[in-house]
């Protein structure tokens, strides 16, 4: 079965550097978010992103938050300046395929940053 | 702003032993969700509800939902330890492009 993949899995950092988290999308799906979720927390959504464009942020979405499509496959999460507070695990999700579950948002693994 | 609230959000039940999770959200909407998360793990559906008095069922797990009243169940029977896990309930609100909010989750501890 299809599945979301995301890299790395643990990403550590220094704050105020620049981090980039990879997703891969289900091929055929057309919308793409990105949720995040603090340890032992909600899960709160960032961003959704469609026909190369963000659609709906959150406000957690600042300006130190960005969003790109490469290519046709790949999704990616650029954090310009890191926060300590940003650390969290970090979820990718797709949805709206051409056949079938269209409304299920489908997450990837998660990608754990930890800011130091 | 879309309030979504669980409870309760910690449940220690005995194997063999039903219980219901409670999903309540504070605008309309047709289409609620419901996700398994194991520690450190991912988030997996569950089930999709899209419309009132949608009822699913899928072994030990029935999810139901009452739109009128903004309200899901997650009803678990005969619980076993494999269903120790957190579950969240999430409510989306536009079609196509939808932002997901999500319950506080609820953390299911099956006590052999």
């Known amino acids: 079965e299809p599945e979301v993949t995301q890299t790395p899995s643990h990403q550590v950092t220094q704050m105020g550097q620049e981090v980039i988290l990879r997703c891969v999308p289900i091929?055929?799906?057309?919308?793409f978010y990105w949720y995040r979720q603090i340890l032992g927390q909600k899960v709160e959504f960032l961003v959704s992103?469609?026909?190369?464009?963000?659609?709906?942020k959150s406000e957690i979405f600042d300006d130190q938050f960005s969003v790109e499509r490469p290519d046709g496959s790949n999704f990616t999460l650029k954090i310009r300046s890191t926060k300590l507070e940003d650390s969290a695990m970090y979820f990718c999700?797709?949805?709206?395929?051409?056949?079938?579950?269209?409304?299920?948002?489908?997450f990837g693994p998660g990608t754990r940053l930890t800011v130091l | 702003e879309l309030k979504v609230e669980q409870n309760p959000l910690f449940l220690s039940m005995q194997e063999g032993k039903n219980y219901t999770i409670y999903c309540n959200y504070s605008?309309?909407?047709?289409?609620l969700y419901w996700y398994r998360q194991d520690p450190g793990k991912s988030l997996e559906s569950l089930f999709v509800?899209?419309?009132?008095?949608a009822v699913k069922q899928e072994g030990r797990l029935m999810a139901s939902l009452d739109t009128k009243a903004r309200l899901s169940t997650l009803h678990i029977t005969a619980a076993v330890h494999d269903l120790s896990a957190t579950y969240f309930c999430?409510?989306?609100?536009?079609?196509?492009?939808?932002?997901?909010?999500f319950g506080t989750g609820t953390r299911l501890t099956i006590i052999p």
């Open positions: 999700a797709s949805s709206f395929g051409t056949s079938g579950r269209v409304y299920e948002q489908f």
């Open positions: 091929s055929n799906h057309l919308y």
């Open positions: 992103f469609y026909n190369n464009e963000i659609s709906e």
């Open positions: 605008t309309t909407s047709d289409r």
């Open positions: 509800l899209l419309s009132n008095g």
């Open positions: 999430a409510v989306g609100v536009d079609f196509g492009n939808e932002k997901l909010t």
